[in-house]
């Protein structure tokens, strides 16, 4: 495991607490409330709703029913029929730093370093055969330098101003 320093600690902390919080915690907490303060507030002020839902049980159980499915179609409508994921995700991608830099694991280790040196393997092997073009030369050799600039832990692209690097 990477060691962390403690923004990072505090950082990840932070994103932790809003996910378990935002996702579960609140959640939980305001369905309940709003059950049981709709029951309370709404329910004894109309006398058709008092004979329906005689219990609190039972408006849980037509709330739930009513709710969840559709809390799903608005869910799905939200993903598959408005921008507003596409404009989530885009704004994630322009903001990941790892767009930019290489992410840790199998790309470090492994592909970045393999493609260095098949680069330079390519360019020795075309320049030998003078299959190259200055043109071409110089995009193989620019490539190879963005990679070794990824190595060394460098930004490629053109990162966000306020991303650091």
């Known amino acids: 495991m990477i060691p962390l320093k403690l923004t990072d600690l505090i ?3 932070w ?3 809003r996910l378990g919080y935002g996702t579960y915690l609140s959640f939980f907490v305001g369905f309940f409330q ?3 303060t709709t029951y309370y507030l709404a329910i004894p002020k109309i006398p058709f709703l008092q004979e329906v839902f005689g219990h609190l049980v039972f408006f849980v159980v037509f ?3 009513a709710i969840i499915p559709l809390s799903v179609l608005i869910g799905w409508f939200h993903m598959k029929r408005t921008q507003a994921y596409q404009t989530d995700t885009v704004i994630g991608v322009e903001s990941n730093p790892y767009n930019y830099k290489i992410s840790p694991g199998k790309e470090t280790e492994i592909f970045i370093p393999y493609y260095a040196v098949v680069c330079s393997l390519l360019l020795k092997t ?3 055969q003078n299959l190259l073009s200055a043109e071409e030369k110089n995009e ?4 190879r330098s963005n990679l070794n600039t990824l190595m060394q832990g460098g930004v490629v692209g053109k990162p966000k101003a306020h991303m650091n690097s």
């Open 11 to 13: 950082f990840r902390s």
């Open 15 to 17: 994103y932790y607490f």
């Open 34 to 36: 709003l059950i049981v």
């Open 63 to 65: 709330t739930m029913v």
């Open 126 to 128: 075309l320049e030998r």
């Open 140 to 143: 193989l050799e620019k490539i």
